[in-house]
């Protein structure tokens, strides 16, 4: 049924925006949505809520809108709608984003987040690429005996592309919470001990989702935050979207840049 859902959505998108299939699919999350602008030139922007499945995003630095966007090397769908797993919809509607892409075409599933950081060096405006995740939300996308190797989930070929724009990419291993409560510094220090160093709400449930449908994944962390108990301060959602904002064009810049070598 998903996936039924997934392929209305898609032929939804290819007639509204006059393009077949698209080549790349990527997730903007808090911080990233300036690279919408950057990657290339904007060939359709549809609001979410006219394409099966998808609706108006209700969390701020979300836009609410799908876009299809021409680059030298394809089409990328840019998803500015994302479902978050404590919105309450469901895991299905979490994966749909994904899963849609995965039906327009997408072979490359570029996700970004905004998220805390258990590494104390790492501090708000740092970029970290994703090298694996761990899933605490105690669910998954899949369902029946779907049993996919996660193995490499995140691509060791996408990530070293990543370095050819930016050496100094530190990666590390995120953990997604169910939220949408922050962390406790105790629940951050369990996180750390299993091999966590940054933490979130959003992204392993799609990444999953988008390695079940096919699709070769690149994921990217900005640090908005240190986690909770790593330092002093308290955590509220304002500063986290400014600290996002703040680095938004420096980290747009360099997603496009990114996206500029992936083939």
């Not at 005996?145 to 050819?164: C, K, P």
């Amino acid at each position: 049924m998903e996936n039924e859902l997934a392929t209305e959505a898609a032929q939804v998108i290819a007639d509204l925006t006059g393009i077949a299939s698209h080549d790349y699919a990527l997730t903007l999350g808090s911080g990233w949505g300036e690279a919408a602008d950057l990657i290339g030139e904007t060939v359709a922007e549809i609001p979410a809520e006219k394409v099966p499945g998808f609706s108006s995003s209700g969390i701020a630095g979300h836009s609410g809108t799908l876009r299809s966007i021409a680059l030298e090397s394809g089409h990328a769908l840019v998803l500015g709608a994302r479902t978050h797993f404590y919105e309450g919809k469901g895991v299905d509607a979490v994966a749909h984003g994904v899963r849609t892409a995965a039906a327009a075409g997408a072979k490359v599933c570029i996700l970004t987040n905004g998220c805390g950081s258990t590494v104390a060096e790492w501090g708000p405006g740092t970029a970290v690429l994703i090298s694996d995740h761990i899933n605490l939300t105690a669910v998954s996308p899949l369902h029946g005996a779907n049993f996919v190797d996660l193995t490499d989930l995140y691509s060791r070929r996408l990530r070293e592309l990543a370095r050819t724009v930016d050496p100094h990419l530190p990666e590390g291993v995120y953990a997604q919470f169910p939220g949408p409560h922050y962390e406790t510094p105790a629940e951050v220090r369990m996180a750390r001990t299993l091999g966590a160093d940054l933490v979130g709400m959003s992204t392993a449930l799609e990444a999953i989702a988008a390695r079940a449908a096919g699709m070769e994944v690149l994921g990217i962390s900005l640090v908005t935050n240190h986690a909770a108990g790593i330092s002093s301060d308290s955590l509220n959602h304002t500063e986290v979207l400014e600290a996002g904002s703040a680095a938004g064009p420096r980290i747009s810049r360099l997603l496009a840049e990114i996206v500029s070598t992936i083939r």
